[in-house]
């Protein structure tokens, strides 16, 4: 394994930190002031577009997606780094970048399995940064960390599929440019395989019977970051056969597909937002005082910044590992890997940037930083994609097996 970077990693790692440094950080506070002004707070304010404008004309636009036909063409491992740098800005410079989730899953999706028809009436416009998109897997009335639970239908009739279900917590979806939704649902409930009676297809957000319901709050307050989560019922909603995406009971493949990069790119950037929390943290410990001397000279919070770079580290070597894994013998060659990093650096993450809130005091739980916002998102992220609890299960039986 050799995690040196290359020259074009090298080259566009240097003009996405001037372009964070130049015009990313400074929109931050710029992008608060713009929201508070907006008719609904779902709007998105006039310096993303600028800052999407900016990036497209540098070159920094769709770098997940490894497909050169649609993306950039880079290894999993060539953007690790680049995704690590955007984590920095997690609320900003993903979406600038049109790489922010759930739009880079759903891209994903439709450049492996979607239709010519699909990918020119969808995914293009996705691609170009013009409309958004949604992905509606979980719900509320079961454990969805189990697929095969999911309870909406997707019932054929004649040329057409009927779909009902009722889900929540879809990310993308309060967005006004959200204009597609992927759902997930049960084609064949009474199935003998029950990881083939799922299918996924392709819900326009104005086809009647789609109801965006409500927001769903994160931690009391609503994240506008991926354009919200959403309570979105479906009461048979009508669209054509040719929405489905792949074929009828294909969609637990197609969403284990999806979730494989999903996952190490939340893991990228977890890494940058726990530099930015040590950071914070540092700057915070040098430039104040309490009981007769500086913060940096109290030890526990060397032990605290110190613990933290160990962390960092660790993390960035097992994710880097992985993203190697993923290129060189694919997502299921390296499933122990991902499943070790997706329990292991939202945990760490979440306790780094506790220390950095605990460090600031007032301050990290207010909104002069940005630490309340990095701690709910690196902790939601403890569930999202499958929780700790289901991969911990998945990687000890995948361990055991070895010696049955």
Not at 21 to 36: I, K, T
Not at 218 to 231: C, K, Q, T
Not at 264 to 285: D, Q, S, T, V, Y
Not at 321 to 332: F, Q, S
Request: charged share 25%; net charge negative; aromatic share 6%.
């Amino acid at each position: 394994m050799d995690f040196a970077f290359d020259a074009r990693t090298e080259e566009l790692r240097g003009e996405l930190l001037a372009f964070m440094d130049e015009h990313v950080y400074p929109a931050e506070p710029v992008a608060e002031e713009q929201r508070a002004a907006l008719a609904s707070p779902w709007d998105v304010p006039p310096v993303v577009e600028e800052l999407k404008a900016e990036a497209r004309r540098r070159g920094l636009w769709n770098l997940f997606l490894p497909d050169a036909g649609y993306g950039a063409g880079l290894t999993n491992l060539q953007y690790a780094p680049l995704a690590e740098i955007t984590g920095r800005s997690p609320h900003l410079a993903p979406t600038a970048l049109n790489c922010a989730a759930p739009d880079t899953g759903n891209m994903e999706l439709l450049s492996q399995f979607g239709s010519a028809e699909q990918k020119k009436r969808w995914l293009e416009p996705l691609l170009a940064g013009e409309i958004r998109s949604a992905f509606a897997m979980t719900e509320p009335e079961v454990a969805s960390s189990d697929a095969t639970n999911i309870e909406t239908r997707i019932e054929r009739d004649g040329d057409a599929y009927v779909v009902t279900g009722r889900k929540w917590y879809i990310s993308g979806a309060m967005y006004p440019g959200c204009e597609i939704f992927i759902v997930m649902g049960k084609t064949d409930p009474e199935g003998a395989d029950p990881r083939r009676q799922q299918s996924m297809i392709l819900v326009p957000r104005d086809t009647p019977g789609l109801e965006v319901r409500r927001a769903m709050r994160v931690y009391g307050f609503e994240d506008h970051s991926h354009g919200g989560h959403a309570e979105v019922v479906f009461d048979r909603v009508r669209v054509p056969a040719s929405h489905l995406i792949g074929e009828e009971g294909g969609g637990f493949a197609i969403a284990q597909a999806r979730l494989g990069p999903g996952r190490i790119h939340h893991c990228m950037r977890l890494i940058g937002m726990a530099e930015r929390a040590i950071e914070l943290m540092c700057r915070r410990a040098v430039s104040r005082t309490a009981f007769g001397k500086p913060l940096a000279q109290q030890g526990v919070v060397q032990e605290w910044i110190a613990d933290a770079r160990v962390a960092v580290e660790q993390l960035r070597l097992l994710v880097l590992k992985t993203a190697w894994l993923m290129d060189t013998v694919g997502n299921r060659g390296a499933h122990t890997e991902i499943q070790a990093i997706k329990i292991a650096t939202p945990r760490a993450v979440v306790d780094i940037i506790d220390k950095a809130v605990q460090l600031h005091g007032a301050g990290g739980v207010s909104q002069d930083f940005p630490l309340a916002e990095l701690w709910a998102a690196a902790r939601t992220l403890r569930l999202a994609d499958g929780p700790d609890e289901v991969h911990q299960r998945s990687l000890a039986r995948r361990e055991l097996g070895r010696y049955r």
